[in-house]
């Protein structure tokens, strides 16, 4: 599926979810599912006869991508923190500390765009961000 501009949408599971399973074939089969699950509900939109949503369904989207963006601040901060509880052990300079530093590093950038979007679709609603 693609959407505006040439963007290409894929309607199944996050990649983050996906990465948990090892086997190939349990990996297709879930995109698979994926790729029904969204037909089965674009479809469903469609025969139930639903009009455009217009900014109603630009806020639905957009706040459905800010709790996207929220799901990948929670992983990344789960990635900075090792298996011992610690964040950024063992202790010393290595590619493991400084991948992990980078996973929080990220986590908080991404954490700021989506209290931007949240306060967006909060202002635009008539409502306050919170």
Do not use: K, N
Not at 30 to 43: P, S
Not at 59 to 88: E, F
Not at 125 to 130: E, F, I, L, M, V
């Amino acid at each position: 599926m693609s959407g505006d501009a040439g963007i290409a949408l894929e309607p199944v599971f996050r990649e983050t979810f996906l990465a948990d399973f090892r086997e190939p074939a349990h990996v297709e089969i879930l995109r698979l599912a994926g790729d029904l699950l969204h037909t089965l509900a674009v479809e469903t939109f469609y025969w139930l006869g639903e009009e455009d949503l217009g900014l109603c369904g630009l806020r639905r989207d957009l706040t459905a991508a800010a709790a996207d963006l929220d799901h990948l601040v929670s992983y990344l901060q789960a990635i900075a923190w090792t298996p011992a509880g610690g964040l950024h052990d063992p202790p010393g300079p290595s590619e493991e500390v400084t991948l992990r530093r980078a996973a929080e590093a990220w986590a908080e950038r991404v954490g700021r765009v989506v209290g931007e979007m949240r306060e967006a679709v909060g202002q635009s609603q008539g409502g306050s961000a919170g």
